[in-house]
């Protein structure tokens, strides 16, 4: 079955605590990116990255890390976690060779709580 | 990214169909019209995409108005299971990040029984 899998699904951690919300996906999708999404603010794009190796900042990059080093997986890091990024986060990807029409999958969400 | 506007809320009778209007007046020529549906405690489903013509996929049906100023999802029937927020986004492939996903606000459709 084609999914995006993440982990884990709730975090609740204290401030300053590095920690990493790991996405997998088992399409074999070029593109992944990760979202927040917050009451009002909607869904924001934090990090994508093209292919591996390949990353680059989306709308609200501040506080996070991200990393590709293979095609399947692209985990975000939060290296000093605030109360600030206490939010839903989602992991996406698609196809790039599927041109501007290709859907994205998305993966069940990771509610993180920051104290 | 070009703007879409969506009503905020849409009821609808279980079994029945649900018209969603989407305006997207500054669309340009290379814009894919996209819907997503996202579900409670759910990430964001794909529910259907058009460019010029309309389409039907096992979801719903997408019309689009002959100027590409505006466009409809259709439910054919909705069923309680439909209940989620439906985003209207636009594609736009000119701006180098051209597999973002821009959500607005989205139509929260409820579903009565």
């Known amino acids: 079955e084609a999914q995006v899998t993440q982990n884990p699904r709730y975090l609740i951690t204290v401030t300053g605590k590095k920690l990493t919300v790991t996405c997998s996906q088992n399409?074999?999708?070029?593109?992944m990116s990760w979202y927040r999404q917050d009451p009002g603010l909607g869904l924001r794009q934090i990090y994508y990255?093209?292919?591996?190796?390949?990353?680059d900042k989306g709308d609200v990059p501040e506080g996070y890390k991200v990393s590709r080093k293979e095609k399947r997986n692209f985990p975000l890091i939060l290296e000093s976690p605030s109360p600030n990024q206490t939010s839903l986060y989602f992991c996406?990807?698609?196809?790039?060779?599927?041109?501007?029409?290709?859907?994205?999958?998305f993966g069940q969400g990771t509610r993180l709580t920051v104290v | 990214d070009a703007k879409t506007t969506q009503p905020n809320s849409m009821e609808s009778n279980e079994e029945e169909p649900v018209h969603l209007p989407c305006n997207h007046s500054?669309?340009?020529?290379?814009?894919?019209i996209h819907w997503y549906r996202q579900l409670p405690s759910q990430g964001p489903e794909y529910v259907i995409h058009?460019?010029?013509s309309n389409v039907n996929n096992r979801m719903a049906s997408l019309a689009i108005a002959e100027d590409r100023k505006s466009s409809t999802l259709i439910l054919h029937r909705a069923t309680l299971r439909d209940a989620a927020v439906y985003y209207c986004?636009?594609?736009?492939?000119?701006?180098?990040?051209?597999?973002?996903?821009?959500f607005g606000a989205g139509t929260t459709v409820t579903v009565r029984a």
């Open positions: 990255s093209m292919n591996v190796e390949v990353t």
């Open positions: 058009g460019l010029t």
């Open positions: 399409m074999n999708h070029e593109y």
């Open positions: 500054t669309i340009s020529g290379t814009d894919y």
């Open positions: 986004i636009l594609r736009d492939v000119d701006l180098g990040n051209d597999y973002k996903l821009s």
């Open positions: 996406a990807s698609s196809l790039v060779t599927g041109g501007r029409g290709t859907e994205a999958f």
